[in-house]
């Protein structure tokens, strides 16, 4: 609406200036300088005059937008912001005009409120965090921005120019200025005669052509103590849940033969020792000992194993060990555990001892899910699935786990249970993955659970 009147009175301006020069045409044309020179030029007079007020209405009406825009493009040149136009006085186009310069004014103002709040709030942030941060000018070494952290690290009261620390400590400032670490890298410095371990990561960038360098350090010193005293906790608690559920059997079954033999020593008559018996559950014993002995080794470097003790055995052999250990343990809590065997020759590649360690973790956990069952049962398969791959499976129908949390029973220290550890799991999975295996887990609660050891042939 507003541009259209301009439009129209710019027009009736134009008009005027028509009729005006059409008139000063015609009365040069018309009148007679010669005989009536006074009447000509009291008429010519007024027209020029006309003419006159005409051209410079029409030139100012059509220029004072410009000068207003200059004028706002001038205070936007010199980033003054702050400038208001009167919206007040002046034609209506002139005060839209100045309402939309205010309106781009405010705009920008608030974006720059804005953006100083969250500079300092950014700032803030980067003052109190723990990690050092420094960015300074590559060429000049001039620091463009420093936290309290950075000084703290380097222990620098202060720092302008980081060729201030090339001056004081040269080999520190080739380790931490001169060196490119563009991947986050530890390193350790010497400060004052203590050596500080250090995660560092830097990265170059440009700000107006200028480029500069951003310096990430943080000190690690206080968080490898903790983990160092974590990683001993935790190994004490996995070797404590791992030599109980070795012992555990093996004092069922010494139990067991120390009963037969206190009964065949008080009534040898009625009671006599079956010899095959002793030998067999001392061997038993001997087995076991040997391999949590073995276990015990192996966990210790359990990182740096790169070659298992690997044998092929009759998986009929590992379960009648596997029957030897536990059935003592399970006819006390009125348990059955059954065997099941596809293929009677069926043989697989694998370290005993370890397979035994998890095969016994599994079936104590079996025997902790099927307490409250009525006729708790526990199979041991062995068979080879689609891929002709060699599969054992333990097999209950105790209470199972819940849907929500089965994808969690790997992750060490996880557990359910109010005295468990949270590592048998996880350690049974470490060992198959040394043996380039998987193991998995299958449940329906309050139905059971399949845990599935799939053994991957070695093509080499």
């Known amino acids: 609406m507003v541009y259209r009147k301009y439009k129209l009175v710019l027009v009736i301006r134009v008009i005027a200036l028509f009729f005006t020069l059409t008139a000063l045409a015609f009365a040069i044309n018309m009148l007679d300088f010669q005989n009536s020179t006074q009447v000509s030029v009291a008429i010519l007079i007024p027209i020029l005059i006309t003419l006159y007020y005409a051209f410079r209405g029409l030139y100012k009406f059509i220029f004072r937008r410009f000068y207003e825009m200059d004028d706002f493009f001038e205070s936007v040149k010199y980033r003054d912001f702050s400038r208001w136009f009167n919206e007040k006085s002046g034609t209506e186009d002139l005060r839209e005009l100045h309402k939309g310069f205010n309106e781009v004014n405010k705009t920008v103002h608030e974006i720059n409120k804005e953006k100083e709040a969250q500079h300092l709030y950014l700032k803030k942030i980067l003052e109190l965090i723990n990690t050092g941060i420094i960015a300074y000018h590559i060429d000049s070494g001039e620091v463009l921005w420093i936290n309290d952290s950075f000084k703290k690290n380097l222990n620098v009261p202060s720092l302008k120019n980081v060729q201030f620390v090339k001056k004081r400590k040269p080999d520190l400032f080739n380790s931490v200025f001169v060196k490119n670490h563009t991947n986050e890298n530890s390193m350790t410095i010497e400060i004052e005669n203590e050596k500080t371990p250090l995660l560092i990561a830097s990265s170059i960038f440009q700000i107006k052509e200028q480029s500069y360098k951003l310096i990430v350090l943080q000190n690690i010193e206080n968080t490898l103590t903790q983990n160092e005293s974590k990683a001993w906790k935790k190994l004490l608690s996995v070797m404590t849940h791992e030599i109980m559920n070795s012992i555990a059997p093996i004092t069922s079954l010494a139990e067991t033969l120390q009963s037969k033999v206190q009964q065949s020593i008080e009534d040898p008559e009625n009671h006599q020792i079956d ?21 015990a080794k192996t966990y210790r470097s359990l990182n740096k194993i790169t070659k298992l003790n690997l044998s092929k055995i009759a998986v009929i052999e590992l379960f009648e060990n596997i029957k030897t250990l536990m059935l003592p343990s399970l006819a006390n809590k009125n348990m059955a555990l059954h065997f099941e065997i596809e293929n009677p020759n069926l043989q697989i590649e694998m370290d005993v001892y370890l397979i035994e360690q998890v095969l016994i973790n599994l079936i104590l956990n079996s025997i902790e899910a099927c307490k409250e069952i009525e006729s708790p049962k526990i199979i041991l398969s062995a068979e080879k699935n689609i891929n002709g791959q060699p599969v054992i499976k333990i097999k209950d129908n105790g209470k199972g786990i819940p849907n929500e949390i089965i994808d969690d029973v790997f992750i060490p220290f996880f557990s359910t249970k109010k005295s468990g550890s949270g590592i048998g799991l996880s350690l049974c999975k470490q060992i ?19 845990a599935s050891l799939i053994f991957i042939p070695n093509n080499n």
């Not at 010899?275 to 276990?295: C, P, Q, V």
């Not at 609660?445 to 399949?450: A, C, Q, S, Y």
């Open 275 to 295: 010899i095959n018996d002793l030998n067999t559950g001392i061997e038993s014993i001997k087995k076991r000992s040997e391999g949590l002995l073995k276990f």
């Open 432 to 450: 198959m993955l040394l043996h380039k295996s998987k193991i998995q887990i299958k449940s329906v609660e309050k139905k059971g659970t399949i």
